[in-house]
């Protein structure tokens, strides 16, 4: 592992970019790579004829829910209390932007007519890091609001073994992640109330994920349903790392029977995805487009499956932290991606991956946001 104060030094380079050019009254705003054909192309393009002005300016609460936990994280490693300032201003923004029905609105235009189990996921994470803290009982409403409508209206797909929570509203396919995601935020909130009704779908959810998996030890990232066809495939490493720090944590507060043999296999998997640089490959098939944000999870991953005992190789979450430094630009940012197209390359800055990245340098000696594990 690079020392401590390396990966500190990275990290608080990160901040201050994020919060020099993408932070405003609480809310941490940008462009974004967006998906489909934005993502594959127009990016490009955008970033070619930056001096246009685009009308890409987004608030995730994906972004907001990883900035007010690396804001928490960097406040209690630190003692500075400017930390503790931005997790509490970015949690107000943060609430504001919640609807009376409980959700927040999708960002991008092509989806802004579905409600995204993740958005909103983050949203209530975000507030729940700060609720644990001050213990002010409207940070801990508008996580209910949101899982009252996550349950209610949202809701479930049953499956033959255990049931999977919807993607958006509007039901598709069965997607693990989703659940894996909903999961993790059920066990907070069951921790942080005690309230043993937000267990009730857990287990339910669990055996889900524990179906599905695969021989390799992969998550799948469509299971076959009604609505949509399987796809076992897609940015293999880069989820299966999200989907194994938050079992992972999940089942250090609430340990199940199903989940150990689920992050044994799943850490085995993971380990196949550092390539010689140190780098996360970028698919299960291919290891271009080099994405930084991808390698930081999975070096966060395998550091926790090293710190589980669950790694049968040693160091490959070094290498990564290793290559996550190296590619750090500086002024303190990452870039979204290269070795896409040849010359073709995308140099704006897109704060979401940003947050990410950040969450994950400062992981390894802060643990998930709401204090060490």
């Keep these: 592992m690079p020392p401590r104060d390396q990966l500190f030094q990275a990290a608080e380079r990160l901040h201050a970019h994020l919060l020099g050019r993408h932070y405003d009254r609480g809310l941490v705003h940008g462009p974004d790579a967006g998906v489909r054909f934005n993502l594959r192309f127009w990016r ?6 930056d001096f246009v002005p685009w009308r890409d300016d987004y608030v995730f609460m994906q972004t907001q829910g990883y900035w007010i936990l690396a804001n928490w994280m960097l406040h209690e490693a630190t003692g500075e209390p400017r ?3 931005l997790a509490l201003e970015s949690s107000e923004a943060t609430l504001g932007r919640q609807t009376p029905e409980g959700f927040w609105t999708y960002p991008l235009p092509e989806r802004k007519h579905l409600i995204a189990t993740v958005e909103g996921g983050w949203g209530a994470m975000g507030l729940l890091a700060t609720y644990v803290r001050e213990r002010e009982e409207r940070y801990l409403a508008a996580v209910l609001r949101w899982y009252d409508f996550l349950v209610k209206r949202i809701g479930f797909q049953a499956h033959r073994r255990g049931e999977a929570i919807n993607y958006f509203d509007k039901p598709r396919g069965k997607i693990p992640n989703n659940s894996v995601e909903a999961v993790w935020l059920f ?5 942080a109330t005690g309230e043993a009704r937000f267990l ?9 994920i524990a179906a599905e998996q695969l021989a390799g030890g992969e998550i799948p990232y469509i299971v076959e349903g009604p609505l949509e066809g399987r796809r076992d495939h897609y940015l293999c490493f880069q989820y299966n790392a999200f989907q194994f720090l938050k079992l992972a944590w999940a089942q250090a507060l609430w340990p199940r029977p199903v989940l150990p ?3 044994r296999r799943l850490a085995g998997f993971l380990e196949k995805g550092v390539t010689p640089t140190g780098a996360s490959a970028a698919s299960c098939h291919k290891l271009q487009p080099e994405m930084d944000y991808h390698t930081a ?6 550091f926790e499956a090293e710190r589980l005992g ?3 190789q040693h160091g490959l979450s070094d290498r990564c932290f290793v290559r996550v430094l190296a590619r750090q630009r500086p002024a303190g940012s990452f870039a979204y991606s290269t070795g896409n197209y040849g010359r073709w390359h995308d140099s704006r ?5 940003m947050a990410m990245t950040l969450f994950h340098l400062l992981y390894p000696f802060c643990g998930d946001g709401f204090g060490k594990m």
Excluded: N, T
């Design 310 to 312: 669950l790694a049968e």
């Design 261 to 263: 043999e689920v992050l």
């Design 200 to 208: 009730g779908h857990v287990d339910a959810m669990l055996e889900f």
């Design 83 to 85: 930390y503790r300032k």
């Design 349 to 353: 800055s897109y704060p979401r991956p």
């Design 297 to 302: 999870v999975l070096g966060a991953a395998l």
């Design 44 to 49: 490009f393009l955008k970033s070619a004829l």
């Design 187 to 191: 066990v907070h909130l069951w921790k």
